[in-house]
């Protein structure tokens, strides 16, 4: 058995943090929250319209432009993985926001000068879905493609680190208020970046409808713009931590410690045969049954692998206990993320629905106000944001009579019940989408893509208003379920892996896309993914997704079956004393949380 204290404390950033109260404090707020609100406008404000602007200014089929807008989604929520290593291990929040701050600013001014120069994009053409039309350059594409990369690499350095530097600018554990402190900006910021989100698919999709590209790119540049100002005057009153040591380091030692040791016979556990290594004070002194392999990691091999103070010579040949355990928790829940990434499709779709509104009447009223194409997903952000305060004050009072647990239904109930909802979703998706091209056949519309059909978009609203449900469950759910699992210090894993798991969900999205653009146009028949909605059948891509869902429904059910038998006799006690509860609580914010809103993407 062996014991050291953690010699990375010596350099935490707790006491850096409250060297003095003349920097950070209330006064920091307007930069920071303003950073990330005028970000949330401003990007997500270009999302909804964007597969209009690929189609008739770049003359884009809509099989690839929805491709390319899920792979910017991809690429938008695999960075912030890189943003929060780099901050953690490297270069510290501040930077890393300020460098994301400036490089998404860069990457909207070259989409908004995609607008403004004609040269910028192929010659116009009136009616790009029947016509031949000029397709886009190589220089053309770059400069547009360049934009996006640029923006997705902004997001990245901004969202994971917003959160988490604005707490590291009220967190003061010497005051006896804090906690308060705390919990007043954890609510505020999440009510701005909500509001942030309804303005951007409402009215800066509105500004676009209204006075086109040139003024609804134009005005999203200006927001990020003042965004990078308010961020960077703020620069003398912030509290700079430097970066600590990363998870994903640590996640790395254990497996090349496991693999350099790979020789090693691992005694029975209950032989207490082994000396295992770990902290001074740590209750984690031998490591759990399962993924024994592991185990070698944090297995001593000789007197030589540590120094005279207890710590391991070479991190990379000999890790804690904790470390082997940490990344165990990991493994074991990555069965049970997979089970999100078809639900990740569903919610990631941006373009078709965007297209089916275009094609129908979108007044709220008969010759009342005419809703956006672009807006619909609003309907999603709102049945979200209603149910997370309905089930907290409301269903979860009501199940737990029924279900004999405080929290209503578990976490795994939760995130079940989303998938079958989202089932629900695309099936009813599919049915209107069928009605919808009945009708346009019905009325003539058949060969004219840019007909209007006679039949209100208000239909689309359903599946909206039960894709935000499915949402509020499984997505919500995962990132709670991760935190469950994880010790305190895992907590910024959480996000990362739902993060990453929209990610592979764009991708998969974009490649069934592909798939079935090249499959279902054989034998001389019209792909369902068809520039013309009319003469396509997105219904039965819409089908495709159900069918896929359901599926994935099993697979669920198959993965937390194997979850629940591998947890029976290995749950883990976590080194989270009482004594560092408030700090902790603090982390489970500023480390983990990152932007609570997850639609649209």
Not at 103 to 123: C, E, K, N
Not at 343 to 354: D, G, H
Request: some cysteine; hydrophobic content about 45%.
């Amino acid at each position: 058995m062996a014991s050291m204290e953690n010699p990375d404390q010596t350099k935490s950033g707790d006491e850096e943090k409250h060297v003095t109260r003349k920097l950070g404090g209330l006064k920091t707020m307007p930069f920071v929250i303003s950073n990330e609100t005028f970000e949330k406008v401003a990007s997500f404000g270009l999302l909804p319209n964007m597969i209009l602007y690929l189609t008739n200014e770049y003359h884009m089929s809509i099989a690839t432009g929805a491709n390319v807008l899920f792979i910017w989604s991809a690429i938008s929520n695999f960075m912030p993985i890189l943003g929060a290593f780099l901050s953690d291990s490297f270069l510290g929040r501040f930077l890393v926001i300020a460098l994301g701050t400036v490089t998404s600013l860069i990457g909207m001014s070259l989409l908004w000068l995609t607008a403004v120069f004609p040269q910028a994009r192929p010659p116009h053409c009136d009616s790009p879905m029947t016509e031949s039309c000029v397709k886009a350059n190589s220089a053309q594409l770059a400069h547009l493609f360049g934009s996006f990369v640029l923006m997705s690499i902004g997001a990245g350095g901004i969202r994971p680190c917003s959160l988490a530097f604005g707490a590291d600018q009220l967190y003061d554990p010497s005051n006896p208020k804090n906690k308060r402190v705390m919990q007043s900006f954890f609510n505020w910021y999440y009510a701005s970046v909500g509001l942030a989100i309804m303005i951007s698919i409402t009215v800066i999709v509105y500004i676009q409808d209204k006075a086109g590209w040139v003024v609804g790119f134009g005005v999203p540049v200006g927001l990020m713009f003042i965004s990078t100002v308010m961020f960077l005057l703020g620069s003398p009153l912030y509290i700079k931590l430097m970066p600590n040591k990363s998870l994903f380091t640590s996640f790395a030692q254990v497996t090349e410690a496991a693999w350099n040791n790979r020789d090693l016979v691992l005694p029975p556990m209950e032989s207490g045969g082994a000396i295992w290594y770990f902290h001074k004070g740590s209750k984690l002194i031998t490591p759990t049954e399962k993924l024994r392999f592991l185990n070698k990691a944090c297995m001593i091999r000789s007197p030589e692998d540590i120094d005279m103070d207890g710590r391991a010579l070479n991190p990379w040949n000999l890790c804690t206990v904790k470390q082997v355990e940490e990344l165990k928790a990991l493994i074991k829940v990555l069965p049970i993320w997979s089970s999100g990434i078809i639900i990740a499709v569903t919610i990631s779709q941006q373009s078709f629905p965007v297209l089916q509104a275009n094609s129908m009447d979108r007044h709220l009223i008969p010759g009342g106000l005419k809703i956006p194409a672009g807006s619909f997903g609003v309907f999603a952000m709102i049945t979200l944001t209603i149910w997370v305060a309905a089930y907290d004050r409301i269903v979860v009072p009501l199940l737990s009579k029924f279900t004999k647990r405080s929290q209503g239904l578990s976490l795994k109930e939760r995130m079940g019940f989303g998938l079958i909802i989202s089932c629900v979703a695309t099936a009813v998706a599919g049915l209107v989408e069928s009605k919808r091209r009945a009708a346009a056949i019905r009325q003539g519309l058949a060969d004219n893509p840019y007909g209007v059909v006679h039949m209100s978009a208000m239909w689309l609203v359903p599946q909206h208003c039960l894709i935000g449900l499915a949402e509020g469950l499984n997505a919500i759910g995962q990132i709670e379920f991760y935190y469950s699992q994880f010790p305190k210090s895992m907590a910024s894993i959480g996000v990362a892996l739902f993060t990453l798991g929209m990610a592979v969900g764009n991708l998969i999205g974009s490649l069934i896309v592909s798939i079935l653009k090249k499959v279902t146009k054989t034998h001389g028949r019209v792909s369902w993914v068809s520039n013309s909605l009319n003469k396509g059948h997105y219904d039965y891509y819409y089908w495709l997704l159900t069918a896929l869902s359901v599926i994935n429904v099993f697979y669920y059910l198959l993965c937390i079956w194997a979850f629940g038998s591998t947890e029976n006799g290995n749950k883990v006690e976590w080194d989270e004393g009482d004594g560092m509860q408030d700090e902790l609580e603090a982390d489970d914010h500023a480390k983990g949380k990152g932007s609570p809103i997850v639609f649209p993407h």
